[in-house]
Nanobody, 124 residues
Framework: QVQLVESGGGLVQDGGSLRLSCAASGGTFSDYVLGWFRQVPEKEREFVAAITWTGRTYSSDSLKGRFTISRDNAKSTVYLQMNSLKPEDTAVYYC??????????????????WGQGTQVTVSS
Protein backbone atom coordinates (compact mmCIF):
# COMPACT_ATOMS: atom_id res chain seq x y z
CA GLN A 1 0.00 0.00 0.00
CA VAL A 2 1.50 3.29 -1.13
CA GLN A 3 1.38 6.13 1.34
CA LEU A 4 1.92 9.76 0.42
CA VAL A 5 2.56 12.59 2.84
CA GLU A 6 2.62 16.19 1.62
CA SER A 7 4.30 19.10 3.35
CA GLY A 8 5.37 22.63 2.61
CA GLY A 9 2.07 24.42 2.25
CA GLY A 10 1.33 27.69 3.95
CA LEU A 11 0.55 31.35 3.52
CA VAL A 12 2.53 33.38 1.02
CA GLN A 13 2.14 36.80 -0.53
CA ASP A 14 1.26 37.48 -4.13
CA GLY A 15 4.41 36.93 -6.21
CA GLY A 16 6.05 34.70 -3.65
CA SER A 17 7.29 31.11 -3.87
CA LEU A 18 6.70 27.84 -2.11
CA ARG A 19 8.06 24.33 -2.51
CA LEU A 20 5.80 21.44 -1.73
CA SER A 21 7.15 18.00 -0.89
CA CYS A 22 5.54 14.60 -1.08
CA ALA A 23 7.21 11.67 0.63
CA ALA A 24 6.20 8.26 -0.69
CA SER A 25 6.46 4.93 1.08
CA GLY A 26 5.10 1.43 0.89
CA GLY A 27 5.66 0.75 -2.78
CA THR A 28 8.30 0.27 -5.45
CA PHE A 29 8.94 3.90 -6.21
CA SER A 30 10.33 3.20 -9.66
CA ASP A 31 7.03 1.68 -10.81
CA TYR A 32 5.03 4.81 -10.18
CA VAL A 33 4.24 8.08 -11.76
CA LEU A 34 3.71 10.81 -9.18
CA GLY A 35 1.60 13.83 -9.74
CA TRP A 36 0.26 16.98 -8.15
CA PHE A 37 -3.32 18.13 -8.28
CA ARG A 38 -5.06 21.03 -6.63
CA GLN A 39 -8.60 21.66 -5.56
CA VAL A 40 -10.71 24.60 -4.47
CA PRO A 41 -14.12 24.21 -2.81
CA GLU A 42 -16.92 23.07 -5.09
CA LYS A 43 -14.60 22.39 -8.00
CA GLU A 44 -13.02 19.22 -9.32
CA ARG A 45 -9.40 18.45 -8.70
CA GLU A 46 -7.21 20.12 -11.27
CA PHE A 47 -4.12 18.46 -12.70
CA VAL A 48 -0.91 20.39 -12.08
CA ALA A 49 2.01 18.18 -13.10
CA ALA A 50 3.34 14.62 -13.08
CA ILE A 51 6.72 12.92 -13.25
CA THR A 52 8.01 9.40 -13.93
CA TRP A 53 10.84 7.51 -12.28
CA THR A 54 13.18 8.52 -15.10
CA GLY A 55 12.29 12.17 -14.78
CA ARG A 56 9.90 12.56 -17.68
CA THR A 57 7.48 15.33 -16.82
CA TYR A 58 4.15 16.58 -17.98
CA SER A 59 2.68 19.85 -16.76
CA SER A 60 -0.51 21.77 -17.16
CA ASP A 61 -0.09 24.28 -19.96
CA SER A 62 -1.61 27.02 -17.84
CA LEU A 63 0.92 26.54 -15.05
CA LYS A 64 4.00 25.69 -17.03
CA GLY A 65 6.69 28.27 -16.49
CA ARG A 66 5.67 29.01 -12.93
CA PHE A 67 5.37 25.51 -11.47
CA THR A 68 8.07 22.86 -11.77
CA ILE A 69 7.87 19.23 -10.69
CA SER A 70 10.91 17.19 -9.75
CA ARG A 71 11.74 14.09 -7.78
CA ASP A 72 14.52 12.67 -5.67
CA ASN A 73 14.42 8.91 -6.15
CA ALA A 74 16.90 8.29 -3.35
CA LYS A 75 14.49 9.96 -0.95
CA SER A 76 11.31 8.68 -2.64
CA THR A 77 10.14 12.28 -2.66
CA VAL A 78 8.53 14.45 -5.30
CA TYR A 79 8.57 18.23 -5.20
CA LEU A 80 6.52 21.02 -6.66
CA GLN A 81 8.33 24.33 -6.91
CA MET A 82 5.81 27.14 -7.27
CA ASN A 83 7.01 30.59 -8.26
CA SER A 84 5.26 33.87 -8.98
CA LEU A 85 2.29 32.70 -6.99
CA LYS A 86 -1.05 34.40 -7.50
CA PRO A 87 -4.16 34.54 -5.31
CA GLU A 88 -5.90 32.22 -7.78
CA ASP A 89 -3.32 29.55 -6.94
CA THR A 90 -4.91 29.28 -3.51
CA ALA A 91 -6.06 25.68 -3.11
CA VAL A 92 -5.45 22.41 -1.34
CA TYR A 93 -2.61 20.69 -3.16
CA TYR A 94 -2.62 16.90 -3.33
CA CYS A 95 0.09 14.43 -4.20
CA UNK A 96 -1.04 11.39 -6.16
CA UNK A 97 0.53 8.18 -7.43
CA UNK A 98 -0.26 5.33 -9.73
CA UNK A 99 1.59 2.71 -11.67
CA UNK A 100 3.07 4.14 -14.81
CA UNK A 101 1.49 2.62 -17.92
CA UNK A 102 3.27 4.57 -20.58
CA UNK A 103 1.19 7.71 -20.47
CA UNK A 104 0.50 10.55 -18.09
CA UNK A 105 -2.90 10.70 -16.49
CA UNK A 106 -4.46 14.14 -16.14
CA UNK A 107 -7.65 13.05 -14.45
CA UNK A 108 -7.91 12.38 -10.74
CA UNK A 109 -9.57 8.98 -11.31
CA UNK A 110 -6.40 7.79 -13.01
CA UNK A 111 -4.49 7.87 -9.74
CA UNK A 112 -5.07 5.21 -7.10
CA UNK A 113 -3.15 6.72 -4.21
CA TRP A 114 -3.51 10.14 -2.62
CA GLY A 115 -2.00 12.16 0.14
CA GLN A 116 -4.01 14.10 2.67
CA GLY A 117 -3.41 17.44 0.99
CA THR A 118 -1.66 20.62 2.03
CA GLN A 119 -3.21 24.07 2.00
CA VAL A 120 -1.59 26.82 -0.03
CA THR A 121 -2.94 30.32 0.49
CA VAL A 122 -1.72 33.26 -1.57
CA SER A 123 -2.67 36.64 -0.19
CA SER A 124 -3.10 39.69 -2.39
Amino acid sequence: QVQLVESGGGLVQDGGSLRLSCAASGGTFSDYVLGWFRQVPEKEREFVAAITWTGRTYSSDSLKGRFTISRDNAKSTVYLQMNSLKPEDTAVYYCAADQYRGRFGKQSYEYAYWGQGTQVTVSS
